[in-house]
């Protein structure tokens, strides 16, 4: 369902997915589209791939519905302009009503670009009742 979502397949369509409880990858193939002036991948996608990567580590715990960030904060590290990039995101914290994952963001060399960690909170939205969802 993820990776056949639009902005996956439209825009971010080298994206690849892996989802185990309370951990996920989530990596991509950068290429110039992903870049602003300066020529290195604009902040929004450090953010989509930490926020994907919490969040699914977060709904890997949850069978009955999915999840929503209810907040979200990333620390840039560092510029990265080529290779693949991969978000790996772990769950730090849970309650009955709240999740707290984290997410890092790796170069292809294997270093920290960014982090970051968000709260996420059960919705009323049932996963069987998606299109897509298996």
Same mark, same amino acid.
Do not use: W
């Given at each position: 369902?993820?990776? #056949?979502?639009? =902005?996956?397949?439209?825009?971010?369509? *080298? @994206?690849?997915? &892996? %989802?185990?409880?309370? !951990?996920?990858?989530?990596?991509?193939?950068?290429?110039?589209?992903?870049?602003?002036?300066?020529?290195?991948?604009?902040?929004?996608?450090?953010?989509?791939?930490?926020?994907?990567?919490?969040?699914?580590?977060? #709904?890997?715990? =949850?069978?009955?519905?999915?999840?929503? *960030? @209810?907040?979200? &904060? %990333?620390?840039?590290? !560092?510029?990265?302009?080529?290779?693949?990039?991969?978000?790996?995101?772990?769950?730090?914290?849970?309650?009955?009503?709240?999740?707290?994952?984290?997410?890092?963001?790796?170069?292809?060399?294997?270093?920290?670009?960014?982090?970051?960690?968000?709260?996420?909170?059960?919705?009323?939205?049932?996963?069987?009742?998606?299109?897509?969802?298996?």
């Amino acid at each position: 369902m993820y990776l #056949n979502a639009n =902005i996956n397949t439209m825009i971010f369509n *080298t @994206t690849t997915c &892996s %989802i185990s409880m309370k !951990k996920s990858e989530i990596s991509l193939q950068l290429s110039e589209k992903y870049f602003h002036a300066l020529k290195a991948i604009h902040g929004s996608v450090y953010f989509k791939l930490l926020d994907d990567a919490a969040f699914f580590a977060a #709904n890997s715990i =949850i069978e009955d519905v999915f999840v929503l *960030t @209810t907040s979200f &904060s %990333i620390n840039i590290v !560092k510029p990265v302009n080529e290779g693949i990039i991969k978000a790996i995101g772990n769950v730090r914290f849970q309650s009955k009503n709240l999740i707290v994952a984290e997410s890092s963001l790796y170069n292809a060399e294997g270093k920290e670009i960014a982090f970051g960690t968000g709260n996420f909170a059960k919705s009323k939205i049932l996963l069987k009742d998606t299109n897509g969802y298996e």
